[in-house]
């Protein structure tokens, strides 16, 4: 291998990552609420960066719009904030040996509320009223997480 096919493996390299990366943030920006942008703006970059390797990966990016996974995990949910389009479906699935579940805050027939689930157990809720919903887990308060629905 010569010197200037290096070269170009390097930029590639270097290039490749970089432009996921700009079109990610412009995708989390357009979807971003006007509020707590910058507080949210790392996990919608996330997001964006999930949706966009999903989407290489089966062809499809309308399917990875209308759902959403969140991993319960080590005492926490993860993304602990999440910014979705009204439509779209949330999973959490437990990954701890402890038991948790996902109740609203503010309770209402648009909010969550599953029961306890064990190691492995997904509980899954359509969010079709734009607004910001508040959970925790109802064995840990402490435990919390967000839910910000847009149009
Ligand atoms: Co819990």
């Not at 966009?52 to 990016?61: E, R």
């Not at 990954?95 to 306890?116: F, Q």
Request: proline residues 5%; contains cysteine; glycine residues 4%.
């Amino acid at each position: 291998m010569n010197k200037s096919t290096k070269l170009i493996i390097v930029l590639f390299a270097v290039a490749v990552p970089a432009i996921i990366v700009a079109v990610a943030l412009t995708t989390g920006k357009s979807d971003a609420p006007s509020v707590d942008h910058n507080k949210h703006s790392a996990q919608e970059h996330e997001q964006a960066v999930q949706a966009s390797t999903s989407a290489q990966n089966n062809g499809d990016a309308s399917k990875q719009a209308d759902a959403v996974q969140v991993e319960i995990k080590d005492y926490a949910y993860a993304p602990e904030t999440i910014t979705i389009k009204a439509g779209t479906t949330v999973t959490w699935t437990n990954k701890d040996s402890v038991r948790h579940d996902v109740v609203a805050k503010n309770m209402s027939i648009n909010t969550p509320k599953s029961d306890l689930l064990a190691k492995g157990e997904s509980y899954s809720f359509t969010f079709n009223k734009p607004g910001t919903y508040e959970y925790y887990c109802s064995p840990h308060p402490y435990m919390k997480g967000k839910v910000v629905v847009t149009e």
